[in-house]
């Protein structure tokens, strides 16, 4: 079966687990864009937001949320007083996946084998960092850490006891939020993804 379990070596450390992380071949996204995107931040972060994978700039740059949801998310983390630097960054899947449209790669939906392959990853960085609060960014993260089931778009907002942290909340992802046409709808989805995350800043 796909799984990334034979490439994580036993260590705690982030920075060798991301160098590790270069040479996992637990899927066959290995192959696929230019790298991988492993998290980012403090070993001792309070708070962890888990994303769904990389895009397009995440993978040229080989850093979490850089592109436009990132531009975002900092936009939010910043407006309701969360230091980005203080947080660990990651994604439930380290490597783009997309289709070639013309010269644009258009991300694609990692499949549920993709996202299991890689999910030993994830563990690990929560069980190093250990984050206080654990915030899902979008339905692939939280059904990946919350169950398949969990539904984003009746439960978002909702604090958690879980096995990952006990504070544990999903929110809408911010790609997700950007694609929204309509712009009323979207200023709504704005609003309470700045809520979801107020309620993070007055736990921290
Ligand atoms: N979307 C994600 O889920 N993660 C990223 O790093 C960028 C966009
Ligand atoms: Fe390994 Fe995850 Fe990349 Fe698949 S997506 S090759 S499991 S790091």
Redesign the pocket.
Known sequence: PWTAEPFIPQSRSLKVLAEASKNCRGCDLCDIGSQV?FGEGPHDAMVMFV?????D??DRQG????????QLLDEVLQQVGIIRDECY????VKHFKFEPRGTRRI?AKPSSREVSACQPWLVREIEVVRPQILVC??S??AQTLLGRDFRVTQRRGDVMKTEWSPWTMATI???ALLRIPDEALRAKSRGEFEADLAKVAEQI
Request: charged share 10%.
């Open positions: 995107v994303g769904e994978q990389p895009g700039q995440e850093r979490p949320f850089v592109g436009p949801a990132g960054v990651t994604n439930s991300h960014l979008g692939t993260a992802h911010p790609s």
